[in-house]
């Protein structure tokens, strides 16, 4: 490193070539960098979704979640089991400590699954197995809405001709329909027929299974032929179905069309989707992994006109969501900034130096060490995404430090009579050491980052890379590339000295500077006692800040939950979604689109929001510049005017794509083995959050009772007429839920034939009660006479937390922070006298962001270490490293006010500002001390050397100051979209180096002369320092 500078300057040619190859791979990588809106985080969590269609949910626990559980629970590497058992439904969430191979755990889950599967029953669907991605979130979603059309042919034309056209488009993996109606072929049976004609429900499905056939037969050898053999025995039409001959009755054969009517209609509806307040379709666009957003939402847009023009004509197909936009608006607003960024360097640059030549070496080195920077990030599968690029822009700061510091000495060099080459030489290499050390205590800081556990440690990994490679590239710049430059672009005639600056500003500071610290070192006792009262004064403000874990970000996009009570029906939630459709419509102006999603969900898609009593209704708002309100601003208006929709609760709904579980509010968990104990319990959590100021609503899973009816059997009557409980249940089942018996292909589309009671014999509790059951001996008997009826309120949802029940109760806040909500929650409750065997914990998102805020606050104490290790080594002293570790805590300081006069709650993103600049701030000092000590070493005193090193090092001090600073402002002005998760961090900079850079030129100085008269005092030599000019005699003038 050492003979770097003067091998660039004495082979310029060979190292623009070097730097021209760097730059070329350097473009080559960033053609190659995949453009995503978060790093590929891989959440170590599995979800297991099974149905069980009809089934309440205190029965899908016992039959089906708590048999799973059992078994995936002896997983490896498992820290936590989630279950959700609802109507129809079971899911159960899988976590597992970070770092697992979720392709193992994924097998040893499905290999316990199979397990499972023998103790659940059978006519349960077959569990799915999956896990969460965040970018795998729909890439785009589409509406398709008609005047003319029924919701029956909308979902059809959707299902069986755009999503395969949508899936020949390169990059789309899959696509999925949701609203609309499904055709379905429905047998309805009543009780007199079957009594008349001696056939039940379950004889009369088998009977249509096994006449809906085609069998292979083999093959036919005749002559020199061989024909394939095949028996067609499938629907053709409906009449078919109809004239199905399903039993013998007295000899004559009994048709279907005797004994029930067959309509071509749908199935039931659970649930329904409107747009612009009409009927419609949703279709969700899936990528496949490992491609480009940009690109794969762009090749859907490029056909999406081509695809329109296949579609009737009364039909419109248009984008609701596209993923893209948001990515490319946040990334363009990071570019913009970066280049901000890049101005204010040059302009602070031109500003402090007066020379439009050093401006332009610098402004040469940025574009090189940042594009040089793309090589080594696609090489590292580093992505293009909002955090990289934001590195990126923070690293312009500080790739510029390294190139102000050598330059500026370079000039000073020159000012003193030294030719081009012999200046740019000594001057790299006087400062060549510090360089290298200031860079090394920002690297290494960076090293914990990459071991925090959790989606801090595993986000923030890209940002800690990028910013790493600039820096290391902008070192071996500063060292080689400013040297060459300076010694070429400087030439003045003749390769002689250059003629001093007229800067009379800057040189009246350096000596009114220089001034000033002579006057302190004779007070350097009563200067650092100022610096630790400072401390000590502003360290309790830290306490009053807010803490959130992410900042919210206005994404154009917001959606609202309306929840109905538990059993209602579709019609009744429909009527509630309309009405806050028309109160959305009128009082958001700004709303480009407005879909609603009501009632149950079919598959994975309705895995976390089972029940068909809630519905959700999404607002797609046109862009920040075309709207004075922000959506937070909108969203209030709209609590405040949903308030009293009757009948319904209304709320935000917020999910998190960096929380597998996606809940953002304030979660409180009651643990305890009585349901009415909790239910109680719940109601007094939920009193007690209502009182903090901030909480708008307070939800408990335990108040959502479900109404139900139970068929309580008679065991002895049952057995006296021939029969088992589970033939009495089958049958009820056949009748209510009715019987899948066969399918029917019409066109080359499926549909499903389902035999069941018709609507009027099974639409009440009496209705019920007068259903027949065949005997082995063929009597009926009705239900009445084998069981009774009871009408009861059960769970609308069982939640169990490592196979433990639990009460969840949910708080929406506004106007107050996660953490400060989550403490004044833990006030409150621990007040409240719990029952033995009763507790409560804080869950959700407040969980893990204490979990991040504990390891990122270890990091910093680690890095903190680690920046001292550094130093010490250079230095080769135990003693010295801590004056300069003295601007971590000055930089707190500086951090505290900053957050506090902005009001910015701490979040993971400003914990991760407050690492970084851990390794920022010991740069300036390094720089300082090893120049006096150099200057010691050159046989001045200690004041002298203290004096005038401290005052020649100002001017690259506050130069490296300034423009860090100032590429953090575009950042923490939360210019434009996606902004507002960067400008914590941005503001812990600006507050700490502000305040490190302003106290540090005072402290340290005088810091650095008690604690060297005090090693000297005790007989230890304080200097250990050689000058690094002393061999470079030798080097030419010109």
């Not at 669907?125 to 809405?145: A, M, R």
């Not at 250079?874 to 003693?879: A, H, M, P, R, Y």
Request: proline residues 4%.
């Amino acid at each position: 490193m050492k003979k770097l500078s003067r091998i660039a300057v004495q082979r310029p040619v060979t190292f623009v070539m070097i730097t021209l190859i760097v730059i070329g791979f350097g473009v080559f990588g960033l053609s190659r960098l995949s453009l995503n809106l978060y790093p590929d985080v891989s959440f170590p969590t599995i979800s297991v979704y099974t149905t069980y269609e009809g089934v309440a949910p205190g029965d899908m626990e016992t039959l089906v979640t708590r048999p799973i559980e059992e078994l995936v629970g002896s997983v490896g590497g498992l820290q936590r089991v989630r279950s959700l058992s609802s109507q129809g439904a079971s899911v159960i969430k899988l976590y597992f400590n970070w770092g697992t191979d979720l392709f193992v755990a994924q097998a040893d889950v499905r290999k316990q699954i199979d397990f499972a599967r023998r103790s659940i029953p059978q006519d349960a669907d077959s569990p799915i197995v999956f896990t969460y991605d965040p970018n795998q979130e729909p890439v785009i979603v589409l509406t398709l809405t008609s005047a003319t059309r029924s919701p029956v042919e909308l979902r059809t034309i959707a299902t069986e001709q755009i999503e395969q056209r949508f899936e020949r488009i390169e990059g789309i993996a899959s696509a999925e329909t949701a609203g609309g109606l499904e055709r379905q072929i429905n047998i309805w049976v009543d009780n007199a027929s079957m009594l008349s004609y001696n056939i039940d429900i379950g004889t009369l499905s088998n009977r249509l299974r096994q006449e809906n056939i085609q069998v292979p037969a083999g093959e036919l050898i005749e002559g020199r032929s061989v024909y394939s053999l095949r028996t067609i025995g499938e629907f053709q039409d409906i009449d078919q179905i109809r004239n199905t001959i399903v039993g013998i009755n007295n000899g004559v054969p009994v048709r279907l069309i005797d004994v029930a009517d067959v309509e071509d209609g749908v199935a039931q509806p659970i649930g329904n989707v409107h747009i612009r307040g009409e009927e419609g379709v949703i279709i969700n666009l899936y990528r496949q992994s490992d491609v480009n957003v940009v690109t794969t939402a762009d090749n859907v847009i490029n056909n999406l006109d081509r695809i329109r023009s296949t579609l009737p004509s009364d039909m419109r197909l248009e984008i609701l969501a596209n993923e893209a936009d948001f990515i490319k608006l946040s990334i363009n607003n990071l570019y913009i900034t970066g280049l901000m960024a890049i101005t204010l360097v040059v302009l602070i640059l031109l500003f402090f130096l007066r020379s439009a030549r050093s401006s332009l070496i610098i402004a040469i080195s940025i574009p090189v060490s940042i594009i040089s920077t793309f090589s080594i990030m696609d090489f590292a599968d580093v992505t293009l995404n909002v955090i990289s690029l934001s590195g990126l822009t923070l690293a312009v700061g500080l790739v510029v430090d390294n190139a102000v510091v050598v330059l500026e000495n370079i000039y000073r060099f020159r000012e003193e009579g030294h030719g081009n080459k012999k200046a740019a030489v000594m001057g790299a290499q006087e400062v060549g050491v510090p360089v290298v050390v200031s860079t090394l205590t920002t690297l290494v800081v960076f090293l914990p980052i990459l071991f925090v556990p959790g989606i801090a440690g595993f986000l923030f990994r890209d940002l800690a890379l990028t910013i790493s490679f600039a820096l290391v590239i902008s070192t071996l710049v500063a060292l080689s590339l400013i040297p060459l430059m300076s010694s070429q672009i400087f030439g003045t005639k003749g390769g002689g000295p250059s003629k001093p600056r007229k800067n009379g500003f800057f040189d009246r500071l350096d000596k009114k500077y220089t001034a000033v610290v002579r006057s302190l070192l004779d007070r350097s006792g009563l200067v650092v006692a100022a610096a630790v009262l400072f401390m000590i004064v502003t360290t309790p403000f830290f306490f009053r800040l807010g803490g959130e874990f992410f900042p919210a970000v206005d994404e154009s996009s917001f959606t609202l939950e309306v929840t109905r009570e538990a059993g209602v029906n579709l019609f009744e939630l429909q009527r509630s979604i309309r009405m806050a459709e028309e109160i959305v419509t009128g009082a958001v102006p700004e709303a480009r689109l407005i879909v609603s999603d009501y009632g149950d969900k079919r598959g994975v898609e309705g895995a976390d929001n089972p029940g068909g009593y809630r519905g959700l209704i999404r607002v797609e708002l046109v862009s920040t510049t075309n709207r004075d309100r922000s959506q937070f601003e909108i969203v209030a208006d709209l609590l405040d005017r949903l308030e009293d929709l009757p009948g319904a609760d209304v709320r935000e709904f917020k999910l998190n794509p960096l929380n597998p579980d996606g809940q953002e509010g304030l979660i409180v968990n009651i643990y305890g083995f009585d349901l009415e104990t909790k239910r109680d319990l719940a109601q007094g959590v939920k009193d007690e959050l209502l009182q903090i100021p901030g909480v708008l609503t307070a939800t408990s899973s335990a108040e959502e009772g479900r109404p139900e009816l139970r068929v309580v059997m008679d065991r002895e009557r049952i057995s006296r007429v021939g029969l088992s409980t589970s033939q009495v249940a089958n049958a009820i089942s056949n009748a209510v839920r009715g019987n899948l018996a066969t399918t029917f292909v019409d066109r080359g589309v499926e549909f499903d034939v389902r035999v069941q009671l018709a609507a009027e014999e099974r639409s009440s509790s009496q209705a019920l009660e007068d259903v027949l059951i065949q005997t082995p001996a063929g009597d009926w008997m009705p239900l009445r006479n084998l069981a009774r009826v009871e009408r009861v309120t059960g769970p609308s949802n069982i939640l169990r937390i490592n196979q433990d029940r639990v009460t969840e109760v949910e708080a929406d806040l506004a106007g107050i922070d996660l953490r400060t909500a989550s403490d004044l929650a833990r006030e409150r409750l621990d007040r409240v006298e719990w029952p033995d065997g009763y507790r409560y914990e804080i869950g959700g998102t407040a969980e893990e962001q204490q979990a991040s805020f504990f390891y990122l606050m270890i990091a910093f104490m680690i890095a903190a270490i680690l920046a001292y290790m550094v130093m010490a080594s250079q230095f080769e002293s135990l003693v010295e490293p801590f004056i300069i570790i003295l601007t971590i805590p000055l930089a707190f300081s500086g951090v505290i006010v900053m957050l506090y006069l902005t009001n910015t709650p701490v979040s993971v993103t400003s914990m991760v500002g407050l690492i970084l600049l851990s390794g920022i701030v010991v740069n300036n000092g390094i720089v300082m001390i090893d120049y006096i000590k150099i200057l010691q070493s050159r046989g001045l005193d200690r004041i002298e050397a203290i004096a005038t090193g401290a005052g020649r090092r100002l001017r690259p001090i506050l130069i490296t100051a300034a423009t860090t600073i100032l590429c953090m402002v575009p950042l923490a002005l939360e210019i434009g979209s996606g902004s507002e998760t960067w400008s914590p961090m941005a503001r812990t900079v600006i507050g700490g180096l502000t305040m490190s850079t302003l106290l540090m030129l005072l402290v340290v100085p005088c810091l650095y002369k008690l604690v060297n008269t005090m090693i000297e005092k005790m007989g230890f030599d304080s200097i250990h320092k050689t000058d690094p000019l002393n061999e470079l005699n030798e080097i030419p003038e010109a």
